[in-house]
């Protein structure tokens, strides 16, 4: 049974940091691509991240690009999101998804978490 588990998720303020995890099981980090998004209330769903499966290779999108990192830890099956100088507009819930496919492709994931809460504010 494929699952993806999000947390790390929580309250900070503007400047702040934290780091997601999302945790796999049902399938490994070798053959599936993980990407991360976030949605805003009354916004569209946002992809910020990517990493994939056999090359490892990274997408940041350009409103996080040079604040935000994803790695992963194939040993823990585990991606991570770090997210460095915060701000309001980083205001989301966050949800990682699997697919089989590289970061490039233009499709829909298949699996998805049930999302965590990220909140930024003085």
């Known amino acids: 049974q494929v699952q993806l588990v999000e947390s790390g998720g929580g309250l900070v303020q503007p400047g702040d940091s934290l780091r997601l995890s999302c945790a796999a099981s049902?399938?490994?980090?070798?053959?599936?691509?993980i990407g991360w998004f976030r949605q805003a209330p009354g916004k569209e769903r946002e992809r910020v991240s990517c990493i994939s499966s056999s090359s490892g290779s990274t997408y940041y999108a350009d409103s996080v690009k040079g604040r935000f990192t994803t790695s992963k830890d194939n040993a823990k099956n585990t991606v991570y999101l770090q997210m460095n100088s915060l701000k309001p507009e980083d205001t989301a819930v966050y949800y990682c998804?699997?697919?089989?496919?590289?970061?490039?492709?233009?499709?829909?994931?298949?699996?998805w978490g049930q999302g965590t809460q990220v909140t930024v504010s003085s």
């Open positions: 998804a699997a697919r089989p496919r590289a970061c490039w492709w233009s499709g829909g994931y298949d699996y």
């Open positions: 049902g399938f490994t980090l070798d053959d599936y691509t």
